[in-house]
């Protein structure tokens, strides 16, 4: 069982950056696409973002192209979210997830799921 643990969420004005991280128990998680969503109250799990297993693809969700970066260290099982020029909207929970069984964009598909972390925005 793949454990992923998220961590760097914090509170940021509008405008600032932040930088997510996702460490994963095992090195087999290096063979798996791995997604960030995100979840803010009320709403539906949000594709935020999707890196395969080398790094070099990449898709992001509409909301966030341009200022989010995803990337991978595949030899410390982590994975990275770096999210700069923040907006309050962003404001959610972020979710890391791996081993997806379908489509990349779609949260259903993932196998293995973090906790979370909370990333808040403030205007």
């Known amino acids: 069982q793949v454990q992923l643990v998220e961590s760097g969420g914090g509170l940021v004005q509008a405008g600032g950056s932040l930088r997510l991280s996702c460490a994963a128990s095992e090195r087999t998680v290096s063979t798996y696409p791995m997604g960030w969503f995100r979840q803010a109250p009320g709403e539906e799990r949000e594709f935020v973002g999707v890196?395969?297993?080398?790094?070099?693809?990449?898709y992001y969700g509409d909301s966030v192209k341009g200022r989010f970066t995803i990337s991978r260290d595949n030899a410390k099982n982590t994975v990275f979210l770096q999210m700069n020029s923040l907006k309050p909207e962003d404001t959610a929970v972020y979710y890391c997830?791996?081993?997806?069984?379908?489509?990349?964009?779609?949260?259903?598909?993932?196998?293995?799921w973090g906790r979370g972390t909370q990333v808040t925005v403030s205007s």
């Open positions: 997830a791996a081993d997806p069984d379908g489509s990349w964009r779609d949260p259903e598909a993932y196998q293995f």
């Open positions: 890196i395969g297993q080398a790094g070099k693809t990449r």
